[in-house]
């Protein structure tokens, strides 16, 4: 079993890869829906605007065992935390390739200048031996919130919708925001950024369109429904729809901008957002959102719109410092279990 670098994947490694998450998902389903085919190559081939990405995977021959992406936020050396997601066909595991590949990921942290690296996991899985032997701390919970719009009370969102706070105005975009809200979203996003401990760079109307440009450039839809204090944004919220999602839609960002809270804009942009979907993606059957376990308010807010708490996932944090060295030349057994 080597570890290589798939830095450039060939359409078959691409195939392998997708394998190993399919069969990952098929001994732990979780509540999570099936991995797309087509979803695993936009990933592979295009690192996200404003990122870059390192993949390794292990490999037995052809056949790939284990995967590990590493993905790279910002300039090499940013202060920003990368991010590692390792997952290790279910017959391979307990044999140290997570931890071959996690020491190798740990190289190209260092390579690149980082200082720490994060990892978001299911409470209750491996993972959460596997990051804590490894030198990783729980530095986030967050609560998986899930809404089956076939559920919802009849009239319910309508009624939301109709009663909107007085004075606010609300607009709706697909995609990049248009010119005249990008300066209003990114002062928006910037008043959301005590929620967001982990980012280092400040919003501005450039951050804001590229983030919507690389939700494109995977395939997905993104939905913005804000509400408008005058040319302000007061309140917003964003759901993107999955390229191959199968029905299910995810709750991006939701903030309303601290001077307006307290006035019930955060449940009208997502009543408004739920009502805009229902006629414009009918397909979408769910809509799943993580909140950070503390975030009372907008657990509150889900929970009125109808949203049920589905699992709890864990964010670890590693100082570059803590994780293993890049491995020896070590080869791990090749009996399986
Ligand atoms: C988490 C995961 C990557 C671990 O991969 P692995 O190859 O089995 O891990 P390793 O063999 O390198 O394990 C290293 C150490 O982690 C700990 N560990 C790993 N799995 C464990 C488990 N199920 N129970 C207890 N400890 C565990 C042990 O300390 C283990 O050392 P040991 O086997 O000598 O006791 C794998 O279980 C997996 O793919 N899970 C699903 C995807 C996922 O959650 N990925 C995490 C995202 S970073």
């Known amino acids: 079993m080597d570890v290589i670098a798939l830095d450039d994947p060939t359409d078959a490694q691409i195939r392998e890869w997708h394998r190993v998450l399919a069969a990952v998902h098929a001994a732990d389903p979780g509540a999570e829906p099936a991995p797309d085919p087509e979803r ?17 995977a292990a490999a037995d021959g052809g056949r790939l065992a284990a995967v590990a992406a590493l993905r790279l936020p910002g300039a090499p050396g940013a202060d920003r935390p990368a991010e590692i997601d390792i997952q290790v066909r279910p017959e391979w595991r307990r044999r140290g390739l997570g931890g071959r ?36 701390e729980c530095v ?14 009849a009239g319910r969102v309508a009624r939301l919708v109709a009663q909107g706070p007085a004075g606010y105005r609300l607009v709706r975009w697909r995609g990049v925001v248009p010119d005249e809200h990008a300066t209003a979203l990114a002062g928006a996003k910037t008043a959301m950024a005590d929620l967001a401990e982990y980012e280092g760079t400040p919003w501005d109307a450039h951050r804001v369109r590229e983030t919507a440009e690389m939700v494109a450039k995977r395939g997905d839809d993104l939905y913005t429904v804000a509400a408008l204090d005058g040319a302000a944004i007061a309140g917003f919220t964003e759901v993107v729809v999955p390229l191959g999602a199968a029905g299910r839609a995810a709750q991006y960002d939701t903030a309303v901008v601290p001077e307006h809270r307290g006035r019930r804009l955060g449940i009208w942009v997502k009543a408004a957002m739920l009502q805009w979907l229902a006629g414009e993606r009918p397909e979408v059957r769910e809509i799943e959102t993580d909140n950070s376990g503390d975030n009372e308010h907008m657990i509150a807010v889900n929970e009125e719109l109808g949203f049920r708490v589905e699992r709890e996932s864990l964010e670890y944090q590693a100082a570059a410092a803590a994780l293993p060295a890049p491995p020896l030349a070590a080869r791990v057994p090749e009996t399986r279990s």
Do not use: N
């Open 40 to 56: 695993t190559t936009a990933r592979l081939l295009g690192a996200e605007p404003g990122s870059r990405q390192r993949l390794w």
């Open 101 to 136: 590949l996690l020491a190798v990921a740990a190289g190209g942290l260092r390579a690149d200048g980082r200082s720490s690296v994060i990892a978001q996991v299911l409470a209750g899985t491996p993972a959460v031996p596997f990051l804590e032997s490894h030198g990783f």
């Open 140 to 153: 986030l919970t967050l609560k998986g919130m899930l809404l089956r719009l076939d559920e919802l009370p």
